[in-house]
Every structure is written in C-alpha cells, then in structure tokens.
C-alpha cells in the first residue's frame, strides 16, 4: 500500500513538472518593421551595433550586443560585423556615449572630421545598427519556503515571475547618410518555479528569443534590395 501511494505521488509529481515544462517552454514575439529606403550589401561590406543608451558596466547590456553581433556572423550566409568595442576605439572619442551622433543629420557633419571617413572606409562599415531597450521583469507571484532539519532539508512552494524583453534596432546607411529603417523586437514570457523538495527551475528566456528574433530580423532587413 505505501510502495503503491510512493508510486502515484511520485507519479503526479513528475506529470506536474512535465505539465510545467511544457507550457512555460513557450514565449509571445512580435517583430516589427519600418523600412524607409533600399538595402543591400556586398561581401567587403561590414556593419557594426552599438548601444543607442550605454550604461558603463552594464553587462547585460553588453551580453545583448554580443549576442547580436554573433548571431549576425554565424553561418554561411553571415554577415561581417566589426566588434562594437574595436570601431569605437577606432574612432574614439567620436562614438562615445556622449560624443556619438543621436541622428543621421549629424553624419555628414561627423564624416569631415579628420580621419573619420577614413576609419570607417577602411573598416569597410556600411551600416551602423542601434540597439535600445532593455529586459525588465514585469509581474511576479508566489511563494515558496527552504528548511533543513536532522532528517534531511528541502523546498517546497510555487513562484513564477514575468520578463518582458523589449528592444529596438535603428539601421543607419552610411552610403547615403540616412536612416534605412527601424526593427523592433517584443517578447513576454513566464518563468515557473516548482518546488517538490528539489526546485526545479523552468525558464523563459525572453532576452534570448528577442536576440535571436531581432537578429533573424536585421539580417534579411540588411540583405535585401528591395522596397517592402
């Protein structure tokens, strides 16, 4: 009688995680476009991404772009992506935080500087991309408690919490000197926390479907010669 309780706690136990598992697996995109002109690139062209808002040590930040600049690279069809730190440095101070232009009007007035053109000529650089926007949770409930005694420990309780990844790409054409479009990227999702003894935590990860999404995103944006 108690191998047969065993059996059907642990039983109802592991459906309620697969259960879990199976719809905390998912999370809500939107991806978004505005083009405003043709695009295109050749294969001795490269793009760049920078943060439209830097904040100084703000790694996930950070993490974000590199994300983008991989995902932008990887495979055959990638594209070629000067590292946001080496193009700054290249050209400093005219791409620090404070120094960078915050509109395309201000491009030509930055291309006379001495030895700007050149850096970016020689870097091959088509396009600059600028990212904004952030990861945020949003809603969170719950509860879950931890104890441990002479018999052993454990955790027991439920939390869940809401991340919202929003972020916007605006593509910057340094042919021309003008805006070519804007891309925007919004993910929800809901991480679940079960916890039978062991927690077992169930994760959606919002940041890294934005990334990917917006990635996916920018690279037929940038390939493309026509008009959508």
């Known amino acids: 009688m108690n191998n047969s309780f065993s059996a059907l706690r642990y039983g109802g136990s592991m459906a309620f995680v697969v259960f879990l598992t199976l719809t905390s697996g998912c999370v809500t995109s939107?991806?978004?476009?505005?083009?405003?002109?043709?695009?295109?690139i050749e294969s001795d062209e490269s793009v760049?991404?920078?943060?439209?808002?830097?904040?100084?040590?703000?790694?996930?930040e950070a993490k974000y772009i590199r994300c983008i600049e991989n995902a932008l690279s990887r495979g055959?069809?990638?594209l070629r992506v000067i590292p946001h730190k080496k193009f700054v440095d290249s050209l400093f101070p005219w791409f620090e935080?404070?120094?960078?232009?915050?509109?395309?009007?201000?491009?030509?007035?930055?291309?006379?500087?001495?030895?700007?053109?050149?850096?970016?000529r020689r870097q091959g650089v088509r396009y600059i991309i600028w990212l904004d926007g952030d990861t945020?949770?949003?809603?969170g409930g719950g509860s879950l408690s931890c104890a441990a005694g002479p018999g052993g420990g454990g955790c027991f309780g439920f939390a869940w919490w809401q991340n919202a990844s929003d972020y916007n790409a605006s593509i910057w054409d340094l042919e021309g000197l003008e805006s070519a479009g804007t891309i925007s990227a919004d993910v929800?999702?809901?991480?679940?926390?079960?916890?039978?003894?062991?927690?077992?935590?169930?994760?959606?990860?919002?940041q890294a479907a934005a990334c990917k999404g917006l990635a996916?995103?920018?690279h037929a944006f940038i390939v493309s010669d026509e008009m959508t």
């Open 216 to 218: 996916t995103q920018l």
């Open 136 to 139: 945020e949770k949003v809603a």
């Open 188 to 206: 929800s999702g809901t991480s679940f926390l079960p916890a039978l003894v062991v927690p077992i935590p169930l994760i959606a990860r919002t």
């Open 97 to 120: 935080p404070r120094t960078a232009p915050s509109e395309t009007k201000g491009l030509s007035k930055l291309m006379d500087r001495p030895g700007v053109a050149e850096a970016i």
């Open 30 to 40: 939107r991806m978004e476009n505005s083009r405003m002109g043709v695009t295109g």
């Open 48 to 60: 760049v991404i920078m943060a439209k808002s830097y904040h100084l040590g703000n790694e996930t």
């Open 76 to 78: 055959a069809k990638g």
